[in-house]
C-alpha cells in the first residue's frame, strides 16, 4: 500500500513572490484610477453622454491590457509595463486636472 501526500511537493504556488504581488497590486490600483479618469475626462467634455463614451473607452482599455499580457492580471508583470502606465496615468491626471 502505498502513501500519497496530501499537498502537492513545491511550485504549485499561488503567488511569484512579494514583488510580483507588489506590482500586481500596483497595476490594479492603477488601472482603475486610469479608467476613473478616462470616465471624468468624457462627462467634462460632453456631460453624460461622454462618461458614457468614458466607460466605453475604459472597457477598450482593459480589453487591449489584457491582450498585451495574456491576463488582466499577469503573474509576471513586466516593469516596462507598469512604469508606461504610471505614466499614462499622470497624463490623464494632469489632462484631468487641467480640464477642471
Request: proline share 4%; net charge positive.
Given at each position: 500500500?502505498?502513501?500519497?501526500?496530501?499537498?502537492?511537493?513545491?511550485?504549485?504556488?499561488?503567488?511569484?513572490?512579494?514583488?510580483?504581488?507588489?506590482?500586481?497590486?500596483?497595476?490594479?490600483?492603477?488601472?482603475?484610477?486610469?479608467?476613473?479618469?478616462?470616465?471624468?475626462?468624457?462627462?467634462?467634455?460632453a456631460?453624460?453622454?461622454?462618461?458614457f463614451?468614458?466607460?466605453?473607452?475604459?472597457?477598450?482599455?482593459?480589453?487591449?491590457?489584457?491582450?498585451?499580457?495574456?491576463?488582466?492580471?499577469?503573474?509576471?508583470?513586466?516593469?516596462?509595463?507598469?512604469?508606461?502606465?504610471?505614466?499614462?496615468?499622470?497624463?490623464?491626471?494632469?489632462?484631468?486636472?487641467?480640464?477642471?
Amino acid at each position: 500500500m502505498s502513501h500519497q501526500p496530501l499537498t502537492p511537493a513545491g511550485g504549485n504556488t499561488v503567488s511569484a513572490g512579494a514583488a510580483s504581488d507588489a506590482k500586481t497590486f500596483a497595476a490594479a490600483a492603477l488601472l482603475t484610477f486610469a479608467a476613473g479618469l478616462i470616465v471624468v475626462i468624457g462627462y467634462i467634455m460632453a456631460g453624460g453622454f461622454g462618461g458614457f463614451l468614458g466607460i466605453i473607452g475604459a472597457v477598450f482599455g482593459f480589453v487591449w491590457w489584457k491582450n498585451l499580457h495574456g491576463k488582466v492580471f499577469p503573474r509576471d508583470l513586466p516593469a516596462k509595463s507598469l512604469v508606461a502606465l504610471l505614466v499614462a496615468t499622470a497624463a490623464l491626471f494632469g489632462l484631468t486636472y487641467l480640464m477642471a
